[in-house]
């Protein structure tokens, strides 16, 4: 189970623990978040350092980031793309198919 630490509000915590699954995959190390080793409290040390050597408008910046790249993520734009995935799927499906 990942866990997160939230540094400020109302932006997405900027530093997350690492797990097998949807962290990696979401966010971009240093782009719009800050990922560390799952149990590694120095990681997560370290982490936070970086956060606050970045400055108000650095963390800003990050964290607004990672808001954009959480609402890519979002359950609507997410359904979306498998209903046009699943659309044109069908589609194929159901086009002619043409041979030499």
Known sequence: MA??????RPWP?????SAPTAPREMISPGVD???????????LGA?????TER????????GLAGLAR?????QSVVARRWEHLLQDLVARRQAPVTGP
């Open 33 to 43: 978040g800050l990922l560390v080793p799952s149990q590694d409290p120095a990681a």
């Open 3 to 8: 866990e997160r630490v939230v540094l400020h």
């Open 70 to 74: 959480a609402g890519e993520l979002s």
């Open 55 to 62: 400055g108000t408008e650095g963390r800003r910046e990050l």
């Open 47 to 51: 982490a936070i350092s970086q956060l």
């Open 13 to 17: 915590p900027a530093c997350q623990w």
